[in-house]
């Protein structure tokens, strides 16, 4: 049960770092159009602007289709949402974690709601710790953490489903 939190703490780093170098090779790459470049022995000033100005009104010309292409899908969505007629309150849910212990020294809250990044729960009497959260409407998998070790929801009724990482996991489903 370790491994698997660790081997999560791994993919979370990995994603990180493969963040940070796309954002390098973005800035690196389209950084080139506002900088200064030498102009080659071979060619003239007017055909260095001439084929400078290429480059850009082909890079602007992509970035218009994309706003514009963004715009539809935004707009699109955007209609989607008025014709559910429902208020942003109703699709976000707050359900109540609560789990039942005396021994327990540490409990924490796992699911795919938050990535399955631990949070920390808050112990409210000498055996119940709970924890509210704030997520929209959907199907999510979770489990506790009881001092390190992963425990389905013993008062979870629904029967519990395999997690993409391969353990067991109590079932929430909000609608």
Known sequence: MKSNL?????????????????????YFRYSHISGTKKIPANLSKDETVNEEQAKIDELT????????????????STENIVAE?????????????????SKAKKVELVGDFSGWVPQKMKKVSSNRWELTIEIPEGKYL??????????????NKKPPELSPQGFKSS????K
Not at 6 to 26: A, E, G, M, P
Not at 146 to 152: F, S
Not at 171 to 174: C, D, H, N, R, S
């Open 171 to 174: 079932v929430l489903e909000l």
């Open 142 to 155: 979770y489990n506790f953490l009881v001092d390190g070790k992963i425990v389905l929801d013993p008062n």
């Open 61 to 76: 010309s992509s970035f218009t289709t994309t706003t514009v292409a963004t715009s539809e899908l935004m707009t699109k």
């Open 85 to 101: 007629e429902r208020p942003l309150e109703e699709r976000l849910r707050r359900p109540k974690f609560i789990y039942f212990s």
């Open 6 to 26: 660790n081997t999560i703490k791994l993919l979370i780093f990995v994603n990180i770092i493969i963040f940070i170098i796309s954002l390098s090779i973005i």
